[in-house]
């Protein structure tokens, strides 16, 4: 196991080497100049240039920044004057992650439920209300959604306040929002998963064998059926957890969507290179985790990488 996991480590760290580099690259060629306006004269863009290290060669501003990162500094933004990229995510990134793992929590284990309850019930009422369910999920977008969920509770029924992150109640429609199309996928993928292994051989023989029928489910069927599900985890772990642009834009929610997208409009070189780099990281680790969860799950993923 501890091979396995140095193995998928290495293969980490490459990939973050190789993200870092393809960014930093697409950043530096992004139409557009970051130090342009009535106010700026070019002995002033010339000083801003020289500040941020962008008068020097393209190599050399590229290794002073993995010199930096490898320090913990992700440098300063172009456009909030004073504040640094790290300031940012550090101030953005705990309204996006609270808001993930709510969605996230909901959706998983309600997807996990409604998908094993449909399979255990082919063809019956249950059944086909978790398909409608999961049909609707995929099929609307999470901004229509969004809006559904405020125009219905908040404003028709003035349940549940439509935007703002101020307390709990502030946050049930934005992460029934953002987690209902993964609910959905989750549902959608282990109900076909679950249908698969509850007609193999082996589920067959258990129960000839007089294996009770929650050891069967629980050891037997959802165990081999959860695999495709721990699959698409890593992705959508990470996206979640970083935030939607569209949900928080919504929600008026000021997580890292937010200035995201204002990095991106104000071209301001820095935060953009910076967000970009910690969401792949996120989304990095998120997959490695998945990687030694594979092994944990099933010995036979990692036996076969030895």
């Not at 003035?158 to 959905?184: E, W």
Request: proline share 4%; charged share 15%.
């Amino acid at each position: 196991m501890a091979k396995y996991i140095l193995k998928r480590l290495a293969v980490s760290i490459v990939t973050l080497f190789v993200l870092i580099t393809v960014v930093f690259v697409l950043v530096r060629v992004m139409p557009g100049d970051p130090f342009t306006g009535e106010k700026i004269t070019p002995e002033i863009k010339a000083n801003l240039e020289a500040y941020y290290g962008f008068d020097k060669p393209l190599p050399v501003q590229y290794f002073t920044y993995v010199g930096n990162l490898l320090k913990g500094e992700f440098g300063y933004s172009m456009k909030f004057m004073n504040r640094s990229v790290g300031d940012i995510i550090a101030l953005s990134f705990p309204y996006s992650f609270d808001l993930g793992m709510r969605a996230l929590t909901l959706s998983i284990s309600l997807g996990l439920i409604f998908g094993i309850l449909a399979a255990r019930n082919r063809g019956k009422k249950l059944d086909l209300f978790c398909v409608v369910v999961a049909i609707l999920g995929t099929s609307i977008p999470d901004f229509i959604m969004g809006a559904l969920l405020q125009y219905v509770f908040g404003i028709e029924w003035g349940l549940l306040p439509v935007a703002q992150y101020l307390g709990f109640q502030y946050t049930i429609l934005p992460s029934i929002a953002l987690g209902f199309y993964t609910l959905a996928m989750v549902s959608r993928m282990m109900r076909a998963s679950m249908l698969e292994v509850i007609s193999q051989d082996y589920i067959k023989t258990a129960k000839s064998d007089g294996i009770s029928n929650l050891r069967i489910v629980w050891r037997h069927q959802i165990r081999n059926a959860i695999m495709p599900v721990v699959t698409m985890l890593g992705p959508v772990v990470a996206a979640t957890l970083t935030g939607t642009f569209v949900i928080e834009s919504i929600f008026a929610i000021p997580g890292m969507g937010k200035y995201y997208v204002e990095s991106v409009q104000n071209l301001d070189y820095s935060l953009v290179l910076g967000m970009t780099v910690f969401f792949g990281s996120v989304m990095i680790f998120a997959n490695f985790l998945v990687d030694i969860l594979y092994g944990i799950i099933d010995p036979r993923i990692r036996l076969g990488g030895k």
